[in-house]
C-alpha cells in the first residue's frame, strides 16, 4: 500500500508517456513554437510609420542626389553660369553674382527653388559685345535659347539625380531592391509634381520686381529705370537681356559699381521717417541721395525724440544732404523743434495744408497734432487726427478747385492720412515703424514708411534690432503719377545687410489700363481743369 502511495504521489516523478507511432510515416512531429507573451511586440511597424520612414528616404535621397550631382553649368549670354534645383519652402529664383551679391525673384510658387550661380564671364563673348554694339539687339533672343536649353538639361539630369539618388539610399536602409526601386519611382513623382507646379505658377513679370542683397542692392541701375520699365517692357526675354548686359557692364567694372544713370523724365523722392535721434541716419540719407541721384527728401515726421531746444543741434546735417528736404512735424517733434527747421536754408516745412512744388511735384501737408515724446496716450487723440486730415482735406479740395492740385500730401499718423482719401494720389506717412503700401476705397495710394533711424535708441529695447527702412519713389515728370518704389531695408543697430527691392503699381503693369488720379478734374466737370506746368507755391 506504501507503494502504491508513493506512485500516486503529487510530488513523485511522472511516467513518461509513450511517444506517438509515427514511426511508419518516417518522421517525428515538430514542437509547437510558444506564442509571444506580448503580442504587440510581435507585430510589425505601424503602416504610418512605415510610410513616414519612406517618405524621409525618399527626402533625403533626392536631396542628396541634387546635391552631388544634379547641377548644369551653362552659358548665358556672356556669362558661363551654373544652374541647380533645390528644395524649398517658397520656390522663387536665386541669381548669385559673386562677389556683388544676389537677386531674388519671385518666379514661382514650388517646393524646389533654381539657383543660377554666375560663374565668370567669358572674355571672348563680352568682348564681342564691347566691340560690337549692335549685337546687344539680338542679345535677348540669344539670352532665351540659353536659358530654355539650360533649364531642359537641368530638368532631365535632376531627374536622373533624385532617382539615383533616391534608390541608392532606399537599397542602403531596406536592403530590398524591390523598396529601393519604389523610393526612386517616388522621388521622380515627387520631382514632376513640382515641377508642374513651377510651371503653373510661373511668373515671368517677376523681374519687374526683383529683391537685391549684398552689394547688389547699392546698384540701382542694375534693371534700369523707372519710366523705361514701364514704357519699354514688352515680354520676359527683353527683361532678361537687359539683367544680363547690366550684370556684364557690372563684372567689367570690377573696381568700382556703377552709378546709376539719371532719366530726365523720372523725379525721384527720397521717402523717410521716424529717424528718432539717430546720427546715422543722415549718413544713409545722404548717400542714398548721391547714388539715386535724389530730387526731393520727405520726413513724415519723429525726427527728434523729445523736441527739447538742446536736441536742435542735431538737425543741422539736413543742410548738407544735397536736395531740398520737405518736412511735417511728428508726435515726438515740439513746435521748437518746427521753428528751428524753418530757419534752415533747404528745408520746407509744411502744416496746416501748406504747399510747395519742388522737382515739379506739388507737395501738401499738415503736422501732428498730438505732441507725446513720452509715449502716453491723450484722451481723444483719435479724433484730433481725424480733424488735421479732415483740415488737409479741405485745403487738397480747395486747390484742386483752383487748378492747382497737390500731387503728394505728408501727414504723421496715418488715421489722418485716411482722411484725404480721394483728394490726392499719393498721401505718404510714418508713425508705425514698418512699411504698408494699400490704395484706399477712392484711389488715394497711402504710402507708410518704416524708421529710418530703426527706431532710434529704441532698438535694443527687443529682442532683435528695427531695420533701417527707407524708400525711392519714381514719379513721371510729365503726368507727376507714381511709377514705381524701390523698398531699401539695412540691418539694425551691429547688423550688416542690405536689401534693396522693386515694386510697380498694378496700373503700370505691363498690359494694365492706366487708372485716372483721384485728384484729376473730371472731363465732365466744366468749372475745372487740367493742372498745367507746376508753378511755386508760397
Known amino acids: 500500500m506504501a507503494r502504491a502511495r508513493a506512485r500516486t504521489s503529487p510530488t513523485s516523478r511522472p511516467r513518461p508517456t509513450a511517444p506517438r507511432k509515427t514511426k511508419r510515416l518516417g518522421f517525428l512531429p515538430r514542437p509547437r513554437r510558444r506564442r509571444p507573451a506580448t503580442p504587440e511586440l510581435a507585430a510589425g511597424p505601424n503602416p504610418w510609420v512605415r510610410a513616414l520612414g519612406l517618405t524621409a528616404v525618399v527626402l533625403v535621397g533626392a536631396w542628396l542626389g541634387l546635391l552631388i550631382v544634379g547641377n548644369v553649368r551653362t552659358p548665358v549670354g556672356p556669362m558661363n553660369t551654373t544652374m541647380t534645383l533645390r528644395p524649398s519652402l517658397t520656390g522663387g529664383t536665386k541669381i548669385n553674382i559673386s ?31 564691347v566691340d560690337h554694339p549692335e549685337r546687344l539687339s539680338g542679345l535677348e533672343d540669344e539670352v532665351a535659347d540659353d536659358v530654355a536649353h539650360g533649364t531642359m538639361d537641368l530638368a532631365l539630369r535632376s531627374a536622373v539625380a533624385v532617382v539615383v539618388g533616391a534608390t541608392a539610399l532606399g537599397l542602403a536602409v531596406y536592403r530590398r531592391p524591390r523598396r529601393a526601386l519604389a523610393a526612386g519611382g517616388l522621388a521622380l513623382a515627387l520631382l514632376a509634381a513640382s515641377g508642374a507646379t513651377a510651371y503653373a505658377t510661373w511668373n515671368p513679370k517677376s523681374v519687374l520686381e526683383p529683391r537685391f ?194 500731387d503728394v500730401a505728408v501727414v504723421h499718423e496715418p488715421s489722418a492720412a485716411r482722411r484725404t482719401d480721394g483728394a490726392v494720389p499719393l498721401v505718404l506717412a510714418g508713425h508705425l515703424h514698418h512699411e504698408e503700401m494699400e490704395v484706399m476705397e477712392k ?67 505691363p498690359g494694365a489700363s492706366p487708372v485716372p488720379s483721384p485728384s484729376s478734374p473730371s472731363p465732365a466737370t466744366p468749372s475745372t481743369r487740367s493742372a498745367g506746368p507746376s508753378t511755386p507755391s508760397p
Open 99 to 129: 562677389p556683388l551679391g544676389a537677386l531674388h525673384l519671385d518666379s514661382h510658387t514650388a517646393p524646389v527653388r533654381l539657383d543660377v550661380n554666375v560663374d565668370q564671364l567669358d572674355p571672348a563673348r563680352s568682348q564681342a559685345l
Open 213 to 406: 542683397s549684398g552689394l547688389l542692392s547699392s546698384a540701382p541701375s542694375l534693371v534700369g529705370n523707372a519710366r523705361s520699365i514701364v514704357t519699354e517692357f514688352d515680354v520676359y526675354q527683353q527683361e532678361l537681356a537687359r539683367l544680363v548686359t547690366n550684370v556684364t557692364k557690372l563684372y567689367d567694372v570690377t573696381s568700382t559699381l556703377p552709378a546709376f544713370q539719371p532719366d530726365p523724365t523720372t523725379v525721384r523722392v527720397l521717402h523717410v521717417s521716424d529717424i528718432h535721434l539717430n546720427p546715422a541716419s543722415w549718413k544713409i540719407i545722404a548717400s542714398l541721395v548721391e547714388q539715386y541721384k535724389v530730387d526731393v527728401i520727405v520726413d513724415s515726421g519723429d525726427t527728434m525724440d523729445h523736441g527739447s531746444a538742446a536736441e536742435n543741434g542735431f538737425l543741422d546735417p539736413i543742410a548738407d544732404l544735397g536736395a531740398p528736404y520737405v518736412w511735417v512735424r511728428g508726435n515726438h517733434d515740439s513746435r521748437v523743434t518746427q521753428r528751428y527747421l524753418e530757419g534752415i536754408d533747404n528745408v520746407h516745412v509744411l502744416d496746416d495744408g501748406r504747399a510747395v512744388t519742388l522737382a515739379g511735384l506739388r507737395f501738401a501737408g499738415i503736422g501732428d497734432p498730438q505732441f507725446t515724446p513720452d509715449r502716453s496716450t491723450v484722451p481723444g487723440a483719435g479724433a484730433s487726427q481725424e480733424e488735421a486730415g479732415d483740415r488737409l482735406t479741405a485745403a487738397l479740395l480747395a486747390r484742386q478747385a483752383a487748378g492747382t492740385p497737390v
Open 443 to 509: 484711389g488715394t495710394r497711402l504710402r507708410v514708411e518704416g524708421s529710418t533711424g530703426g527706431s532710434g535708441l529704441r532698438a535694443v529695447e527687443g529682442e532683435y534690432p528695427d531695420p533701417i527702412q527707407a524708400s525711392i519713389l519714381y514719379f513721371d515728370r510729365d503726368t507727376r503719377r507714381l511709377q514705381a518704389w524701390d523698398e531699401i531695408e539695412l540691418g539694425g543697430l551691429g547688423l550688416t545687410t542690405a536689401e534693396v527691392s522693386r515694386h510697380l503699381p498694378k496700373e503700370n503693369q
